[in-house]
Nanobody, 123 residues
């Protein structure tokens, strides 16, 4: 069993910053890739960023490239998402997830998901 717990969400004005954390526990040997997704009300869950223990990536959605940065701490088994210059359209519930795939291209390739953390960006 793998458990993922997100934290760091909150409310911020446009242009502000937040750092999200995702702590993984349990059996994570199949978690080759870790990623962040987000889902706004009435919308599909969309990819934000991904990082692997290998040399692949990191990868970012075009909408966040240059503003967000994904990283990991292997000792703490924690993944981070630094979000800068936030925009109202970044408002969503953010989820962390793990995948056994080397280079997953779909959310369906992710096996474990956290409960999500709310990010609200106001104008």
């Amino acid at each position: 069993q793998v458990q993922l717990v997100e934290s760091g969400g909150g409310s911020v004005q446009a242009g502000g910053s937040l750092r999200l954390s995702c702590v993984a526990s349990g059996r994570t040997f199949s978690g080759y890739t870790m990623a962040w997704f987000r889902q706004a009300p009435g919308k599909e869950r969309e990819f934000v960023a991904a990082i692997s223990w290998a040399t692949f990536g990191p990868y970012y959605a075009d909408s966040v490239k240059g503003r967000f940065a994904i990283s990991r701490d292997n000792v703490k088994n924690t993944m981070y998402l630094q979000m800068n210059r936030l925009k109202p359209e970044d408002t969503a519930v953010y989820y962390c997830a793990t995948s056994g795939a080397v280079k997953p291209t779909s959310l369906h390739e992710y096996n474990y998901w956290g409960q999500g953390t709310q990010v609200t960006v106001s104008s």
